[in-house]
């Protein structure tokens, strides 16, 4: 059974950083397009930043030149790293993994950016 674990949200003042970590079992994760997707109360769910497998990433517009997405194939892990944050950026954080058909969500996890 593939599962996603997400962890690293947490209360931050603006301005500040946080890392989250996805941690993937069940499978390899070497296989998949891995994203972090958000959502805001009120508001649709939406793509952060993706990481293909081989490496090549993408952001929202919104998230450009402060958040990076990594991933350690080894570790079985993805990692957003969030830096400049912004009470826009509060939401609960989803990892998500993709191939082909093949799609999974991650439980979320609390970002909350406020000082």
């Known amino acids: 059974q593939v599962q996603l674990v997400e962890s690293g949200g947490g209360l931050v003042q603006p301005g500040g950083s946080l890392r989250l970590s996805c941690a993937t079992s069940g499978t390899s994760l070497s296989i998949y397009v891995m994203g972090w997707y958000r959502q805001a109360p009120g508001k649709q769910r939406e793509l952060v930043a993706r990481?293909?497998?081989?490496?090549?990433?993408n952001y929202a517009d919104s998230v450009k030149g402060r958040f990076t997405i990594s991933r350690n194939n080894a570790k079985n892990t993805v990692y957003l790293q969030m830096n400049s944050l912004k009470s826009a950026d509060t939401a609960v954080y989803y990892c998500?993994?993709?191939?082909?058909?093949?799609?999974?969500w991650g439980q979320g996890t609390q970002v909350t950016v406020d000082s």
């Open positions: 998500n993994a993709e191939f082909g058909i093949r799609n999974y």
């Open positions: 990481i293909t497998n081989g490496g090549s990433t």
